[in-house]
């Protein structure tokens, strides 16, 4: 039997707990459908709204779903009894499949001549919504279900970071030793252990920040979200980890390149945060940082200058902060035979054909020319050289 519009405008102004669903594109449209709308703009506005995520309309119905941030889903949160919950959940589930299956004959005649399009998959996602919300600490829901990376915009707000460039952990070669500590401790966070804030310091474009970045990524599926902040967003921070606290989700807040002026108030808001106190951060995250500087801050000799209490007070409080940051780690610039491991393994990853003698000779006065020898360096001239543009 044919599902009426009418009736799907009904469904849809019933939900409660996911009363927000309707506000999406292809909803509104179709709830238009129902009124004195034009049909044929309407059922465009539709169909165009899903096929702009590349999805059918029972896939677009399941993504909003699963990705909806609700009462149920922010109780389960809190650690709130939702059983009281369940019946009204597995109406609107059964509700939403149901519109998700709807097909072009059900429709009106304008429509079924006027267009060809109907993009449908039949599958019933209400089993597969309780198996995520089972294994929410993983799944995610909102915001966080399908994305990894996250930024900070102007208001303070979280937003998903849409493109980015991640390298995986496997195709970032040498320094593993350096890596293993960040590796074991991120893998505490995740499985909810004690684990500590890490610094990774020392010379520019030694993969740092590469590094965490793709460690991060690999602990993605086992619940794990990366939050990238600026250093001028640092006192933003605790009104996110206020936010995350009851998130069963872990997270990275990620400050890359992080260095501070003497008078930056977000020094002090960075000592504060990561100070432990009850204004600090949550067991469920952590912040990792990278910086070009030991003490992360420009020390200038007016900060030595003046009465000896003062000046050996400005010394403690710019190397106090590094010792805030329970992991320290040092990535230094790689002696020939490393830079030589570094050069020929991503010749390989492109697969070129080469003769090494050749190439190494060649990367080694590219790096020269380029500011000394690192993996930044030789990702660089292994482009040029896969783009022709150097000549081995």
């Known amino acids: 039997m044919p599902y009426s519009l009418k009736e799907i405008n009904n469904d849809l102004n019933s939900l409660i707990i996911f009363k ?19 049909v044929i703009k309407s059922y465009s ?18 993504e909003l779903v699963f990705t909806d941030e609700n009462i149920y889903t922010s109780l389960i949160c809190a650690k709130k009894d939702v059983c009281f919950l369940k019946e009204q959940l597995d109406l609107e589930l059964k509700k939403l499949y149901k519109i998700s299956t709807l097909e072009k004959n059900d429709f009106s005649a304008d429509v079924i001549n006027n267009f060809k399009i109907f993009p449908t998959f039949s599958e019933d996602f209400t089993s597969e919504y309780y198996e995520r919300i089972k294994d929410i600490s993983k799944t995610g829901f909102g915001i966080f279900a399908n994305n ?30 350096e890596r293993q500590k ?26 740092k920040s590469s590094s965490i970045k793709a460690i991060s990524s690999e602990f993605f599926s086992e619940g794990l979200r990366l939050i990238e902040i600026d250093t001028s967003q640092v006192t933003a921070i605790s009104n996110i980890v206020s936010k995350l606290a009851n998130n069963p989700l872990k997270f990275i807040i990620f400050i890359d390149d992080i260095t501070f002026s003497a008078e930056d108030p977000n020094f002090c ?48 409080d710019i190397m106090g ?3 805030r940051f329970g992991l320290c780690i040092t990535f230094t610039k790689p002696d020939r035979y490393r830079f030589a491991e570094i050069v020929t393994s991503l010749a390989d990853e492109k697969g070129l054909e ?15 020319r380029n500011g000394g020898r690192t993996p930044r360096c030789a990702d660089q001239f292994i482009d040029l050289v896969y ?6």
């Open 321 to 323: 902060l590094c010792a």
């Open 20 to 38: 927000n669903l309707k506000y999406s594109p292809a909803f509104q449209a179709l709830m238009k459908l129902n009124g004195e709308y034009n």
């Open 182 to 207: 960040v590796i074991e401790n991120t893998k505490a966070l995740v499985e909810g252990k004690p684990c500590c804030n890490v610094l990774l310091y020392g010379d520019a474009g030694t993969g």
């Open 269 to 316: 808001a960075l000592k504060t945060i990561i100070d432990g106190n009850s204004k600090g951060l949550p067991s469920n995250v952590s912040i990792y940082a990278t910086s070009n500087h030991r003490h992360l801050i420009k020390e200038t000799i007016a900060d030595r200058e003046g009465d000896v209490v003062n000046a050996n007070d400005n010394i403690q």
């Open 354 to 368: 080469y003769d090494k003698d050749s190439l190494l000779i060649k990367a080694e006065a590219y790096a020269i």
């Open 148 to 177: 990894y990376v996250f930024h900070v915009d102007n208001n303070g707000e979280l937003k998903a970071t849409e493109s980015y460039n991640i390298r995986k952990l496997k195709n970032i070669y040498s320094y593993d030793r």
């Open 45 to 62: 506005e539709f169909i165009s709204s899903i096929i702009s995520n590349n999805l059918n309309f029972t896939e677009y119905v399941k």
């Open 387 to 392: 783009s022709g543009i150097e000549k081995i």
